[in-house]
Protein backbone atom coordinates (compact mmCIF):
# COMPACT_ATOMS: atom_id res chain seq x y z
CA UNK A 1 0.00 0.00 0.00
CA UNK A 2 1.14 3.52 -1.20
CA UNK A 3 1.12 5.91 1.80
CA UNK A 4 -0.98 8.09 -0.29
CA UNK A 5 -3.82 5.41 -0.34
CA UNK A 6 -3.41 4.58 3.78
CA UNK A 7 -6.68 5.18 5.39
CA UNK A 8 -7.90 4.74 8.63
CA UNK A 9 -11.49 2.60 8.47
CA UNK A 10 -14.27 3.87 9.82
CA UNK A 11 -15.28 0.91 12.61
CA UNK A 12 -11.52 0.19 13.32
CA UNK A 13 -10.62 3.99 14.30
CA UNK A 14 -11.14 3.95 18.15
CA UNK A 15 -10.64 -0.26 18.55
CA UNK A 16 -7.09 -1.39 19.88
CA UNK A 17 -6.50 1.97 21.78
CA UNK A 18 -5.05 1.11 25.34
CA UNK A 19 -6.02 2.75 28.44
CA UNK A 20 -2.81 4.65 28.74
CA UNK A 21 -4.03 5.89 25.19
CA UNK A 22 -7.76 6.05 26.07
CA UNK A 23 -9.26 9.22 26.97
CA UNK A 24 -12.22 9.07 29.82
CA UNK A 25 -15.57 9.28 28.97
CA UNK A 26 -16.70 12.40 31.08
CA UNK A 27 -18.81 15.04 29.16
CA UNK A 28 -22.70 15.68 28.63
CA UNK A 29 -24.62 17.59 26.28
CA UNK A 30 -24.69 20.79 28.47
CA UNK A 31 -20.58 20.71 28.99
CA UNK A 32 -20.89 20.44 25.21
CA UNK A 33 -23.05 23.20 24.57
CA UNK A 34 -21.31 25.29 27.27
CA UNK A 35 -17.55 24.56 25.56
CA UNK A 36 -18.88 25.05 21.82
CA UNK A 37 -20.53 28.50 23.46
CA UNK A 38 -17.64 29.44 25.73
CA UNK A 39 -15.68 28.82 22.37
CA UNK A 40 -17.69 31.14 20.16
CA UNK A 41 -18.45 34.21 21.78
CA UNK A 42 -15.47 35.76 22.63
CA UNK A 43 -12.55 37.42 21.32
CA UNK A 44 -14.34 37.46 18.05
CA UNK A 45 -17.28 39.95 19.61
CA UNK A 46 -15.20 41.75 22.57
CA UNK A 47 -12.56 42.80 20.01
CA UNK A 48 -12.58 42.06 16.64
CA UNK A 49 -16.07 43.59 15.94
CA UNK A 50 -13.97 46.80 16.14
CA UNK A 51 -11.56 45.86 13.60
CA UNK A 52 -14.04 44.35 11.16
CA UNK A 53 -16.41 47.58 11.80
CA UNK A 54 -13.17 49.32 10.55
CA UNK A 55 -12.85 47.54 7.54
CA UNK A 56 -16.22 47.20 6.44
CA UNK A 57 -18.04 49.99 7.98
CA UNK A 58 -21.74 49.24 9.21
CA UNK A 59 -21.90 46.50 6.43
CA UNK A 60 -19.92 44.89 9.60
CA UNK A 61 -23.23 43.14 10.04
CA UNK A 62 -23.50 41.41 6.73
CA UNK A 63 -19.94 40.44 7.37
CA UNK A 64 -20.81 38.60 10.52
CA UNK A 65 -23.80 37.09 8.60
CA UNK A 66 -21.83 35.67 5.64
CA UNK A 67 -19.42 34.76 7.87
CA UNK A 68 -22.03 32.62 9.83
CA UNK A 69 -23.57 31.70 7.15
CA UNK A 70 -20.34 29.22 5.88
CA UNK A 71 -19.96 28.18 9.37
CA UNK A 72 -23.43 26.87 9.68
CA UNK A 73 -22.57 24.87 6.08
CA UNK A 74 -19.61 23.31 7.86
CA UNK A 75 -21.32 22.90 11.54
CA UNK A 76 -23.55 20.64 9.66
CA UNK A 77 -21.24 18.26 8.10
CA UNK A 78 -19.04 18.34 11.26
CA UNK A 79 -22.22 17.20 13.39
CA UNK A 80 -22.39 14.06 10.73
CA UNK A 81 -18.93 13.48 11.03
CA UNK A 82 -18.80 13.45 14.53
CA UNK A 83 -21.58 11.21 15.05
CA UNK A 84 -20.81 8.72 12.53
CA UNK A 85 -16.86 8.55 14.06
CA UNK A 86 -17.19 9.63 17.49
CA UNK A 87 -13.34 10.00 18.27
CA UNK A 88 -10.95 12.45 18.86
CA UNK A 89 -9.32 14.57 15.89
CA UNK A 90 -11.57 16.42 14.44
CA UNK A 91 -11.49 17.22 10.85
CA UNK A 92 -8.13 15.66 10.99
CA UNK A 93 -9.71 12.04 11.97
CA UNK A 94 -12.12 12.59 9.42
CA UNK A 95 -9.96 13.32 6.56
CA UNK A 96 -7.92 10.38 7.57
CA UNK A 97 -10.94 7.97 6.49
CA UNK A 98 -12.10 9.67 3.91
CA UNK A 99 -8.81 10.78 2.16
CA UNK A 100 -6.12 8.85 3.21
CA UNK A 101 -2.59 10.00 5.50
CA UNK A 102 -0.75 12.68 3.68
CA UNK A 103 -4.04 14.86 3.41
CA UNK A 104 -5.13 13.83 7.28
CA UNK A 105 -1.58 15.26 7.69
CA UNK A 106 -2.12 18.20 6.34
CA UNK A 107 -5.75 18.99 8.20
CA UNK A 108 -3.74 18.08 11.46
CA UNK A 109 -1.03 20.22 10.90
CA UNK A 110 -3.78 23.22 9.99
CA UNK A 111 -5.74 22.50 13.18
CA UNK A 112 -2.59 22.59 15.06
CA UNK A 113 -1.64 26.45 13.43
CA UNK A 114 -5.88 27.15 13.81
CA UNK A 115 -5.63 26.44 17.92
CA UNK A 116 -2.40 27.40 18.72
CA UNK A 117 -3.10 31.15 17.09
CA UNK A 118 -6.36 31.25 18.44
CA UNK A 119 -5.06 30.65 21.83
CA UNK A 120 -2.84 33.61 21.31
CA UNK A 121 -5.16 35.41 19.50
CA UNK A 122 -7.49 35.50 22.61
CA UNK A 123 -4.80 35.87 24.89
CA UNK A 124 -3.66 39.39 23.50
CA UNK A 125 -7.17 40.12 23.18
CA UNK A 126 -8.21 39.22 27.73
CA UNK A 127 -4.73 41.51 28.01
CA UNK A 128 -6.36 44.19 26.34
CA UNK A 129 -9.08 44.25 28.62
CA UNK A 130 -6.75 42.87 31.48
CA UNK A 131 -4.18 46.28 31.15
CA UNK A 132 -5.69 48.78 33.57
CA UNK A 133 -5.65 45.97 36.05
CA UNK A 134 -2.41 44.74 35.94
CA UNK A 135 -1.24 48.21 35.30
CA UNK A 136 -2.45 49.62 38.55
CA UNK A 137 -0.58 46.50 40.17
CA UNK A 138 2.58 48.05 39.19
CA UNK A 139 3.52 46.50 35.71
CA UNK A 140 5.39 48.44 33.44
CA UNK A 141 3.71 49.29 30.39
CA UNK A 142 7.25 47.30 28.79
CA UNK A 143 5.61 44.20 30.20
CA UNK A 144 1.93 45.02 28.93
CA UNK A 145 3.13 45.14 25.19
CA UNK A 146 4.49 43.11 22.43
CA UNK A 147 7.24 44.48 20.78
CA UNK A 148 4.97 45.75 17.60
CA UNK A 149 3.39 47.98 19.80
CA UNK A 150 4.31 51.87 20.26
CA UNK A 151 4.73 53.30 23.92
CA UNK A 152 2.67 57.16 24.33
CA UNK A 153 6.49 57.90 25.63
CA UNK A 154 8.47 56.44 22.37
CA UNK A 155 10.22 53.32 22.07
CA UNK A 156 8.69 49.85 21.84
CA UNK A 157 6.51 47.03 24.40
CA UNK A 158 8.84 43.90 25.58
CA UNK A 159 6.43 41.66 26.04
CA UNK A 160 2.68 41.14 26.85
CA UNK A 161 3.37 39.42 30.36
CA UNK A 162 -0.82 39.29 30.74
CA UNK A 163 -0.85 37.21 27.50
CA UNK A 164 1.29 34.90 28.53
CA UNK A 165 0.31 34.51 32.18
CA UNK A 166 -3.26 33.74 31.44
CA UNK A 167 -2.00 30.91 28.21
CA UNK A 168 -0.18 29.24 31.26
CA UNK A 169 -3.22 29.60 33.88
CA UNK A 170 -5.48 27.82 31.35
CA UNK A 171 -3.23 25.27 30.47
CA UNK A 172 -2.68 24.71 34.22
CA UNK A 173 -6.17 24.30 34.70
CA UNK A 174 -6.75 21.92 31.73
CA UNK A 175 -3.91 19.56 33.15
CA UNK A 176 -5.80 19.06 36.06
CA UNK A 177 -8.56 17.22 34.45
CA UNK A 178 -11.59 17.57 31.66
CA UNK A 179 -14.50 17.56 33.46
CA UNK A 180 -13.17 19.84 36.06
CA UNK A 181 -12.39 22.66 33.24
CA UNK A 182 -15.61 21.92 31.59
CA UNK A 183 -17.74 23.02 34.88
CA UNK A 184 -15.46 26.25 35.34
CA UNK A 185 -16.07 26.94 31.58
CA UNK A 186 -19.91 26.60 32.02
CA UNK A 187 -19.85 28.93 34.93
CA UNK A 188 -17.83 31.61 33.16
CA UNK A 189 -19.73 31.24 30.46
CA UNK A 190 -22.92 32.37 32.32
CA UNK A 191 -21.24 35.13 33.22
CA UNK A 192 -20.23 36.40 29.44
CA UNK A 193 -23.80 36.10 28.31
CA UNK A 194 -24.96 38.02 31.16
CA UNK A 195 -22.73 40.82 30.58
CA UNK A 196 -23.35 41.00 26.58
CA UNK A 197 -27.04 41.16 27.91
CA UNK A 198 -26.29 44.27 29.57
CA UNK A 199 -24.50 46.08 27.12
CA UNK A 200 -27.42 45.29 24.82
CA UNK A 201 -29.47 47.24 27.28
CA UNK A 202 -27.53 50.28 27.78
CA UNK A 203 -27.29 50.33 24.15
CA UNK A 204 -31.06 50.35 23.21
CA UNK A 205 -31.94 53.44 24.40
CA UNK A 206 -29.40 55.82 22.31
CA UNK A 207 -30.35 53.77 19.06
CA UNK A 208 -29.34 55.63 16.15
CA UNK A 209 -30.62 54.25 12.60
CA UNK A 210 -28.48 57.16 10.79
CA UNK A 211 -25.49 55.21 12.38
CA UNK A 212 -25.73 52.80 9.15
CA UNK A 213 -25.46 55.18 6.76
CA UNK A 214 -23.62 54.12 4.25
CA UNK A 215 -23.87 50.96 4.92
CA UNK A 216 -21.33 50.08 2.98
CA UNK A 217 -18.60 52.98 2.82
CA UNK A 218 -15.19 50.31 1.44
CA UNK A 219 -17.84 48.29 -0.85
CA UNK A 220 -18.62 44.29 -0.66
CA UNK A 221 -15.39 42.82 -2.24
CA UNK A 222 -12.09 42.58 -0.47
CA UNK A 223 -10.05 45.31 -2.38
CA UNK A 224 -6.46 47.25 -1.40
CA UNK A 225 -7.30 50.97 -0.50
CA UNK A 226 -6.08 52.94 -3.45
CA UNK A 227 -2.69 53.80 -3.30
CA UNK A 228 -1.70 51.01 -0.88
CA UNK A 229 1.15 48.14 -1.09
CA UNK A 230 0.41 44.56 -1.55
CA UNK A 231 1.04 43.32 1.91
CA UNK A 232 -1.42 46.12 2.99
CA UNK A 233 -4.66 45.28 5.17
CA UNK A 234 -7.97 44.64 2.38
CA UNK A 235 -10.97 46.65 2.90
CA UNK A 236 -14.36 46.09 2.34
CA UNK A 237 -17.60 43.43 3.59
CA UNK A 238 -15.76 40.33 2.32
CA UNK A 239 -12.24 41.49 3.76
CA UNK A 240 -14.25 41.97 7.34
CA UNK A 241 -16.06 38.55 6.99
CA UNK A 242 -12.60 36.84 6.33
CA UNK A 243 -11.32 38.37 9.72
CA UNK A 244 -14.42 38.01 11.25
CA UNK A 245 -14.94 34.67 10.42
CA UNK A 246 -11.98 33.76 13.47
CA UNK A 247 -15.19 34.99 15.94
CA UNK A 248 -17.64 32.13 14.79
CA UNK A 249 -15.66 28.89 14.36
CA UNK A 250 -15.28 26.92 18.12
CA UNK A 251 -18.01 24.29 17.57
CA UNK A 252 -14.86 22.86 16.06
CA UNK A 253 -13.34 22.34 19.44
CA UNK A 254 -16.90 20.44 20.21
CA UNK A 255 -16.35 17.79 17.97
CA UNK A 256 -12.68 17.33 19.54
CA UNK A 257 -14.37 16.31 22.68
CA UNK A 258 -16.22 13.22 21.08
CA UNK A 259 -13.97 10.38 22.64
CA UNK A 260 -14.51 11.83 26.45
CA UNK A 261 -18.51 12.18 25.91
CA UNK A 262 -20.85 9.87 27.54
CA UNK A 263 -23.60 9.47 24.65
CA UNK A 264 -21.93 11.02 21.65
CA UNK A 265 -24.25 9.87 19.01
CA UNK A 266 -27.05 12.39 20.31
CA UNK A 267 -24.68 15.09 22.52
CA UNK A 268 -22.47 15.70 19.59
CA UNK A 269 -25.50 17.16 17.39
CA UNK A 270 -26.64 19.18 20.11
CA UNK A 271 -22.90 20.09 21.05
CA UNK A 272 -22.45 21.38 17.56
CA UNK A 273 -25.44 22.58 16.02
CA UNK A 274 -27.15 24.27 19.35
CA UNK A 275 -23.94 26.31 20.18
CA UNK A 276 -23.52 27.45 16.30
CA UNK A 277 -27.26 28.48 16.75
CA UNK A 278 -27.21 30.46 19.70
CA UNK A 279 -24.13 32.47 19.26
CA UNK A 280 -25.36 33.92 15.35
CA UNK A 281 -28.27 34.97 17.27
CA UNK A 282 -25.73 36.99 20.11
CA UNK A 283 -23.17 38.19 17.35
CA UNK A 284 -25.97 39.66 15.19
CA UNK A 285 -27.78 41.43 18.33
CA UNK A 286 -24.35 42.74 19.51
CA UNK A 287 -23.03 44.03 16.15
CA UNK A 288 -26.43 46.05 16.26
CA UNK A 289 -26.70 47.14 19.16
CA UNK A 290 -22.38 48.61 18.53
CA UNK A 291 -23.08 50.07 15.72
CA UNK A 292 -26.23 52.16 16.87
CA UNK A 293 -24.92 53.43 19.66
CA UNK A 294 -21.93 54.53 18.23
CA UNK A 295 -20.44 55.14 14.59
CA UNK A 296 -18.39 52.43 13.66
CA UNK A 297 -15.42 54.71 12.57
CA UNK A 298 -15.51 55.72 15.99
CA UNK A 299 -15.75 52.79 18.08
CA UNK A 300 -13.49 50.75 15.65
CA UNK A 301 -10.09 52.35 16.67
CA UNK A 302 -10.71 50.57 20.35
CA UNK A 303 -9.08 46.94 20.95
CA UNK A 304 -12.25 46.98 23.67
CA UNK A 305 -15.01 48.31 21.54
CA UNK A 306 -17.92 47.29 23.79
CA UNK A 307 -16.08 49.00 26.71
CA UNK A 308 -15.46 52.19 25.09
CA UNK A 309 -19.14 52.32 23.99
CA UNK A 310 -20.28 52.00 26.87
CA UNK A 311 -17.34 54.78 28.31
CA UNK A 312 -18.83 57.04 25.52
CA UNK A 313 -22.58 56.48 26.36
CA UNK A 314 -21.52 57.79 30.37
CA UNK A 315 -22.04 54.01 31.80
CA UNK A 316 -18.84 54.37 33.47
CA UNK A 317 -19.23 51.50 36.28
CA UNK A 318 -20.75 49.50 33.40
CA UNK A 319 -18.44 49.78 31.17
CA UNK A 320 -15.99 48.44 33.94
CA UNK A 321 -18.45 45.39 34.85
CA UNK A 322 -18.15 44.55 30.85
CA UNK A 323 -14.84 44.37 31.32
CA UNK A 324 -14.44 42.68 34.00
CA UNK A 325 -16.97 39.78 32.73
CA UNK A 326 -14.69 39.67 29.85
CA UNK A 327 -11.41 39.41 31.64
CA UNK A 328 -13.63 36.62 33.88
CA UNK A 329 -14.81 34.77 30.49
CA UNK A 330 -12.77 35.38 28.11
CA UNK A 331 -10.39 32.87 29.30
CA UNK A 332 -13.13 30.26 28.33
CA UNK A 333 -12.08 30.71 24.71
CA UNK A 334 -8.79 29.85 25.42
CA UNK A 335 -9.86 27.13 27.25
CA UNK A 336 -12.10 25.25 24.94
CA UNK A 337 -9.41 26.00 22.08
CA UNK A 338 -6.59 24.72 23.67
CA UNK A 339 -8.78 21.89 24.94
CA UNK A 340 -9.21 20.90 21.17
CA UNK A 341 -5.87 21.65 20.52
CA UNK A 342 -4.61 19.26 22.82
CA UNK A 343 -6.13 16.21 21.47
CA UNK A 344 -5.62 17.30 18.34
CA UNK A 345 -1.70 17.11 19.09
CA UNK A 346 -2.50 13.42 21.10
CA UNK A 347 -5.05 11.57 18.30
CA UNK A 348 -1.74 12.26 15.93
CA UNK A 349 0.48 11.46 18.36
CA UNK A 350 -1.46 8.11 19.03
CA UNK A 351 -1.63 7.47 15.00
CA UNK A 352 2.07 7.41 15.04
CA UNK A 353 2.57 10.83 12.91
CA UNK A 354 4.05 12.52 16.33
CA UNK A 355 6.51 10.73 18.44
CA UNK A 356 3.88 8.29 20.32
CA UNK A 357 4.93 8.71 23.59
CA UNK A 358 3.26 12.42 23.33
CA UNK A 359 -0.07 10.51 23.71
CA UNK A 360 0.47 9.21 26.78
CA UNK A 361 -2.79 10.14 29.07
CA UNK A 362 -2.23 10.49 33.13
CA UNK A 363 -3.42 8.17 35.11
CA UNK A 364 -5.00 10.03 37.61
CA UNK A 365 -6.88 13.16 36.04
CA UNK A 366 -7.03 11.37 31.99
CA UNK A 367 -5.62 13.92 30.06
CA UNK A 368 -2.88 13.99 28.05
CA UNK A 369 -1.05 16.52 30.53
CA UNK A 370 2.60 16.95 28.71
CA UNK A 371 0.66 18.01 25.22
CA UNK A 372 -1.33 20.07 27.51
CA UNK A 373 1.35 22.59 29.11
CA UNK A 374 2.99 22.15 25.59
CA UNK A 375 -0.07 23.42 23.80
CA UNK A 376 0.15 26.45 26.75
CA UNK A 377 3.72 27.30 26.25
CA UNK A 378 3.28 27.89 22.33
CA UNK A 379 0.42 29.65 22.73
CA UNK A 380 2.39 31.69 25.74
CA UNK A 381 5.06 32.81 23.52
CA UNK A 382 2.93 33.90 20.50
CA UNK A 383 1.09 35.74 22.08
CA UNK A 384 3.59 37.52 24.02
CA UNK A 385 5.16 39.01 20.94
CA UNK A 386 2.66 39.24 18.07
CA UNK A 387 -0.38 41.69 17.24
CA UNK A 388 -4.14 40.04 17.66
CA UNK A 389 -5.06 41.16 13.82
CA UNK A 390 -1.78 38.83 12.42
CA UNK A 391 -2.03 36.55 15.02
CA UNK A 392 -6.36 35.94 13.87
CA UNK A 393 -6.32 36.19 9.94
CA UNK A 394 -3.28 33.36 9.90
CA UNK A 395 -5.70 31.46 12.40
CA UNK A 396 -8.44 31.63 9.74
CA UNK A 397 -6.32 30.46 7.48
CA UNK A 398 -5.69 27.22 8.95
CA UNK A 399 -9.50 26.78 9.88
CA UNK A 400 -10.34 27.38 6.66
CA UNK A 401 -8.62 24.40 4.99
CA UNK A 402 -9.88 22.20 8.01
CA UNK A 403 -13.45 23.22 7.09
CA UNK A 404 -12.99 22.94 3.68
CA UNK A 405 -11.64 18.77 4.23
CA UNK A 406 -14.59 18.76 6.38
CA UNK A 407 -16.87 19.36 3.46
CA UNK A 408 -15.00 17.12 1.32
CA UNK A 409 -14.97 14.18 3.60
CA UNK A 410 -19.16 14.35 3.80
CA UNK A 411 -18.81 14.44 -0.19
CA UNK A 412 -16.18 11.36 -0.37
CA UNK A 413 -18.24 9.30 2.63
CA UNK A 414 -21.73 9.90 0.96
CA UNK A 415 -20.56 8.83 -2.49
CA UNK A 416 -17.91 5.95 -0.99
CA UNK A 417 -20.62 4.47 1.75
CA UNK A 418 -23.86 5.71 1.03
CA UNK A 419 -25.61 2.85 2.80
CA UNK A 420 -23.66 3.70 5.69
CA UNK A 421 -26.13 4.57 8.89
CA UNK A 422 -26.12 7.79 9.80
CA UNK A 423 -27.15 9.20 13.03
CA UNK A 424 -27.15 13.05 11.98
CA UNK A 425 -27.50 13.36 8.32
CA UNK A 426 -26.67 16.82 7.20
CA UNK A 427 -29.80 18.66 5.00
CA UNK A 428 -29.69 18.14 1.30
CA UNK A 429 -25.90 17.87 1.51
CA UNK A 430 -25.11 17.99 -2.32
CA UNK A 431 -25.75 21.77 -1.57
CA UNK A 432 -24.29 22.20 1.91
CA UNK A 433 -21.18 20.66 2.09
CA UNK A 434 -20.28 22.57 -1.72
CA UNK A 435 -21.34 25.49 0.08
CA UNK A 436 -19.43 25.92 2.63
CA UNK A 437 -16.54 24.78 0.67
CA UNK A 438 -16.92 27.35 -2.02
CA UNK A 439 -17.26 29.97 1.17
CA UNK A 440 -14.37 28.77 2.50
CA UNK A 441 -12.15 29.30 -0.14
CA UNK A 442 -13.50 32.85 -1.28
CA UNK A 443 -12.56 33.38 2.23
CA UNK A 444 -9.43 32.23 2.18
CA UNK A 445 -8.60 34.43 -1.09
CA UNK A 446 -10.35 37.48 0.56
CA UNK A 447 -7.22 37.25 2.94
CA UNK A 448 -4.70 39.34 3.17
CA UNK A 449 -1.70 38.18 0.90
CA UNK A 450 0.68 38.14 3.48
CA UNK A 451 -1.11 35.53 5.49
CA UNK A 452 -2.14 33.17 2.73
CA UNK A 453 1.88 33.24 2.47
CA UNK A 454 2.70 32.71 5.64
CA UNK A 455 0.28 29.58 5.82
CA UNK A 456 2.42 28.50 2.46
CA UNK A 457 4.94 28.59 4.56
CA UNK A 458 3.82 26.96 7.31
CA UNK A 459 2.27 23.93 5.49
CA UNK A 460 5.98 23.35 3.59
CA UNK A 461 7.44 22.70 7.02
CA UNK A 462 4.39 20.33 8.29
CA UNK A 463 5.45 18.77 5.01
CA UNK A 464 8.90 18.03 6.06
CA UNK A 465 8.14 16.69 8.85
CA UNK A 466 5.72 14.51 7.39
CA UNK A 467 8.42 13.34 4.79
CA UNK A 468 10.93 13.01 7.49
CA UNK A 469 9.14 11.22 10.14
CA UNK A 470 4.98 10.80 10.11
CA UNK A 471 5.19 8.90 6.60
CA UNK A 472 7.62 6.44 7.86
CA UNK A 473 6.52 6.08 11.49
CA UNK A 474 2.50 6.39 10.98
CA UNK A 475 1.18 3.31 12.77
CA UNK A 476 -0.63 2.70 9.36
CA UNK A 477 2.95 2.39 8.08
CA UNK A 478 4.44 0.17 10.78
CA UNK A 479 1.68 -2.41 10.15
CA UNK A 480 2.67 -2.16 6.60
CA UNK A 481 6.08 -3.46 7.57
CA UNK A 482 5.34 -6.24 10.01
CA UNK A 483 5.03 -9.98 8.62
CA UNK A 484 2.05 -11.46 7.56
Same mark, same amino acid.
Given at each position: ?? /? ?23 ? *? ?38 ? %? ?19 ? %? ?23 ? @? ?23 ? /? ?58 ? /? ?6 ? &? ?6 ? &???? %? ?12 ? !? ?11 ? /????? &? ?7 ? @? ?15 ? =? ?9 ? =? ?7 ? @??? *? ?40 ? *? ?73 ? @? ?25 ? &?? *? ?31 ? !? ?5
Amino acid at each position: MS /FWTRRKAIDTITAGIDGAHQLKKTL *SWPHLVALGVGAIVGTGIYTLTGIGAGLAGPGVILSFLIA %GAVCACAALCYAELSTLMPAA %GSAYTYSYAAMGEPVAWFVGWSLIL @EYTLVCAAVSVGWSAHAHDLFKAAG /FSELLLNGPHVTLPGGGHGLVNLPAVIISMAVAGLLAIGTRESATVNMILVAVKIVALII /FVALCLPV &FDPAHFTP &FMPN %GFQAHLPAGAGPDA !AKVGVMAAASLIF /FAFYG &FDAVSTAAE @ETKNPKRDLTIGIVGSM =AACTAIYMIVA =AASIGASRA @EVF *SKSEAPLVFILETLKHGKMAQLVALAAVVALPTVILAFMYGQ *SRIFFVMARDGLLPRALSKVNAKTGTPVLMTLLTGVLSAVLSGFLSLKDIAELANAGTLAAFIAVGASVIVLRLR @EPDRPRVFSTPIWPVVAPAGILGCLYL &FY *SLPEKTQRYFLYAHLIGAVIYIAYGMRKSVLAQ !AEKAPG
